[in-house]
């Protein structure tokens, strides 16, 4: 049988991917142009986790494929299986049974307000707002095309709201990593294709938020929630950003444990 695979999309800390390694055994791949925060790993179950380090998308003028493309070297398994199954069965295998996308938010998160008007095209800005909303766009047809089952992920921002200009659609999903067992506030929006939505498995009380700033800190005054730079400064002021931006364990995990092995479920039920 053709083994399960995932791909992680601009993710360097590999929590997604190695979960569906670790949990479930599938063929996982992290993608960014970042270098990966975990090893490659292999597991008793099967599973494989594995970074790539380099750009998801082909790049014509460095001579490089992405993820998407069949020649890459870490497709050419999957290709050679669904050459075997068109022509043994005629079978369609696809590229990826799963993709789950983190496309940078920098100039699409609400948390970015007071800049948008500065990156906003449409309102005189310099376009980085465009370039953002564009590559997270790419990231959702070629989801569709190349995978059966995806997951695009943002903060709430510009892609979520029908008053902006880059805005595509309200989030199929808006979930917290206190619903996952993480006591902590990061409203993660997730846009799906064929998937069911998440359900909270271990709700918890939350006790601060995984990004501070603006006025984010009135609210968790009021709520009787301390500051939680404790969390954003885990690896330094230097690394805030990679901090803010990490998919927390719980969430990694319940990603794999409900969508992964329904998923599975589904192809056992063809």
Known sequence: ?????????????????????????????????????????????????????GNILDDPEAGTLGAFNWYHPVNRQRA???????????????????????????????????????????????????EGAAFFMQMVKLGRATCTYSAVENPVGVMGLPSQSCYYRRPDQVVQPHMFGDPLIKATCFWLEGLPLLTADRPVEPTGRVAT????????????????????????????????????????????????TWIESQERAA
């Open 80 to 130: 050679q299986e669904a050459d075997e199954a068109e022509s043994a069965r005629g079978e369609s295998i696809p590229l990826w049974d799963f993709g789950a996308f983190f496309p940078p938010c920098t100039h699409l998160s609400q948390a970015g307000a007071v800049w948008w008007k500065h990156k906003d095209a449409t309102r005189g800005g310099d376009g980085r707002m465009q």
């Open 1 to 53: 049988m053709t083994r399960r695979r995932i791909i992680a999309g601009c993710e360097c800390s590999g929590m997604v991917a190695n979960a569906f390694a670790e949990l479930l055994g599938w063929e996982a791949y992290s993608w960014d142009t970042e270098p990966g925060e975990m090893p490659d790993r292999d597991y008793p179950n099967g599973g494989t986790y594995r970074h790539v380090q």
């Open 213 to 260: 700033g603006g006025g984010s800190w009135r609210t968790d005054q009021r709520h009787g929630r301390g500051a939680n730079n404790g969390h954003e400064d885990a690896k330094g002021r230097r690394f805030r950003q990679r901090e803010r931006n990490r998919t927390l364990p719980g969430l990694a995990r319940v990603m794999a444990e409900q969508w992964g």
